[in-house]
């Protein structure tokens, strides 16, 4: 048991088990330094790996893929998201509760689309947790890991620090309703080329008739499964998060258009 536990409120109940999320890649030994400190800290704890992927510094993928990850997980997970440009700088680190959930992540926008109106918000008290001789280059690991051990082992968000309002919010990008149709941007390229972006096309749309999709100069049809195309054929479709996304069947949608993070996607109605 952690040593910073104590008698914990009503309201959270740690699983024990912390997810994380960070763009630390795999190449070097940050994200072992990390769960290692975590360990020392907490040796019951359970990881699971969201990803460790993310784009360098890219802190709106790193809201979109915890927004569509930490609602799979069982109450009383902890979730640390560790994306960071602003790392040694005067920025605050949040520890929130959510629907049964807690989080840490710094305060620059990453948790704005991912907790609710309901989420109780605090500032990390950094120097309780910090470890002795802190990096100021890597808080992943002398912050964020002790902080984490802490949560895991049951010490409620709001013992860790003071209640926080001014915390910085940020949404995904809206779509906007033009003569030609729906424009979205692409938010989001996985490791199959799946162009994702953030628009939940309304029913009212899908209902409307045949539609079709328009990125980097090339159009496709708006379909329901990848097997509604031929083989090799670019089509749009919702994809698992519910929203928009342009796929090449059998192949990278990314490679055949060219496309990047934050090109135009078009929905509009199939011309007749």
Same mark, same amino acid.
């Given at each position: 048991?952690?040593?910073?536990?104590?008698?914990?409120?009503?309201?959270?109940?740690?699983?024990?088990?912390?997810?994380?999320?960070?763009?630390?890649?795999?190449? %070097?030994?940050?994200?072992?330094?990390?769960?290692?400190?975590?360990?020392?800290?907490?040796?019951?704890?359970?990881?699971? $790996?969201? @990803?460790? =992927?993310?784009?360098?510094?890219?802190?709106?993928?790193?809201?979109?893929?915890? =927004?569509? +990850?930490?609602?799979?997980?069982?109450?009383?997970?902890?979730?640390? #998201?560790?994306?960071?440009?602003?790392?040694?700088?005067?920025?605050?680190?949040?520890?929130?509760?959510?629907?049964?959930? #807690?989080?840490?992540?710094? %305060?620059?926008?990453?948790?704005?689309?991912?907790?609710? &109106?309901?989420?109780?918000?605090?500032?990390?008290?950094?120097?309780?947790?910090?470890?002795?001789?802190?990096?100021?280059?890597?808080?992943?690991?002398?912050?964020? #890991?002790? &902080?984490?051990?802490?949560?895991?082992?049951?010490?409620?968000? /709001?013992?860790?620090?003071?209640?926080?309002?001014?915390?910085?919010?940020?949404?995904?990008?809206?779509?906007?309703?033009?003569?030609?149709?729906?424009? @979205?941007?692409?938010?989001?390229?996985?490791?199959?080329?799946?162009?994702?972006?953030?628009?939940?096309? *309304?029913? #009212?749309?899908?209902?409307?008739?045949?539609?079709? +999709?328009?990125?980097?100069?090339?159009?496709? *049809?708006?379909?329901?499964?990848?097997? $509604?195309?031929?083989?090799?054929?670019?089509?749009?479709?919702?994809?698992?998060?519910?929203?928009?996304?342009?796929?090449?069947? %059998?192949?990278? !949608? /990314?490679?055949?258009?060219? !496309?990047?993070?934050?090109?135009?996607?078009?929905?509009? /109605?199939?011309?007749?």
């Amino acid at each position: 048991m952690n040593k910073l536990a104590t008698e914990t409120p009503v309201g959270w109940r740690s699983s024990g088990i912390v997810s994380l999320l960070t763009d630390f890649g795999l190449a %070097d030994a940050y994200v072992g330094e990390l769960k290692g400190v975590l360990l020392a800290h907490n040796a019951d704890a359970r990881f699971v $790996d969201i @990803t460790h =992927a993310v784009d360098p510094q890219s802190v709106t993928q790193a809201s979109w893929l915890l =927004a569509h +990850a930490w609602r799979r997980f069982p109450d009383g997970t902890t979730h640390v #998201a560790v994306v960071d440009p602003g790392v040694g700088t005067a920025r605050r680190i949040l520890v929130a509760e959510d629907g049964g959930h #807690a989080f840490l992540a710094p %305060d620059n926008g990453l948790l704005g689309p991912v907790l609710s &109106a309901g989420a109780r918000v605090f500032a990390l008290d950094q120097e309780r947790f910090a470890l002795d001789g802190a990096s100021h280059t890597f808080h992943g690991r002398d912050l964020f #890991a002790p &902080a984490a051990a802490a949560l895991a082992a049951g010490l409620s968000p /709001r013992e860790m620090g003071e209640p926080l309002d001014d915390w910085q919010r940020a949404a995904f990008p809206a779509a906007e309703e033009r003569a030609d149709g729906w424009c @979205t941007e692409v938010l989001h390229i996985d490791r199959f080329g799946n162009l994702i972006t953030p628009f939940e096309v *309304p029913a #009212a749309l899908r209902d409307e008739g045949p539609l079709q +999709a328009t990125a980097c100069g090339r159009s496709m *049809p708006f379909v329901s499964t990848y097997a $509604d195309v031929a083989m090799g054929d670019l089509l749009a479709l919702l994809g698992s998060c519910g929203t928009l996304e342009i796929s090449l069947r %059998d192949g990278d !949608a /990314r490679a055949a258009l060219g !496309a990047q993070i934050g090109d135009q996607v078009i929905l509009g /109605r199939t011309p007749r």
